[in-house]
């Protein structure tokens, strides 16, 4: 039976390419702020240009932080908050199923980031979740 190793490694692809998935959209967003809030407000969201300024910044820099494993936990949570509201009240109503697929994909990596932390190669590892403290 093939074996990976410790669990923990299974954090590594997991924020890596939802890092890389993050910091693409969150610049494609912070490049075109007028269409990002001329979205926001199409989908009837409060105050739509603070919320795509907040979304924007959220994906483009919480998705660096996920590729140097900082913070991870607490971004996952609110990756996982963030991407049920996109998949309820825009993608799944809008789209359908077929082309939501990737938005509830990211609300269970962030639901596991969440769970499991940012594992080895990261700054959490080194910093906030040494083992043995």
């Known amino acids: 039976m093939l074996k990976c190793g410790k669990p923990a490694w299974g954090a590594v692809p997991l924020r890596l390419v939802m890092g890389i998935i993050l910091v693409v959209s969150g610049y494609g967003k912070l490049g075109n702020m007028v269409g990002t809030i001329g979205n926001f407000t199409k989908w009837g969201f409060p105050v739509p240009e603070a919320t795509a300024w907040f979304i924007a910044l959220l994906e483009c820099f919480g998705g660096i932080a996920l590729l140097l494993g900082l913070f991870v936990r607490y971004l996952g949570v609110l990756y996982a908050i963030q991407f049920i509201v996109a998949a309820l009240r825009v ?29 080895p190669l990261s700054i959490d590892s080194v910093w906030l979740e040494r083992e043995g403290t």
């Open 91 to 119: 993608n799944l109503p809008l789209q359908g199923y077929q082309a939501s697929r990737l938005v509830l994909m990211l609300i269970v990596v962030g639901a596991a980031l969440f769970c499991i932390g940012a594992g």
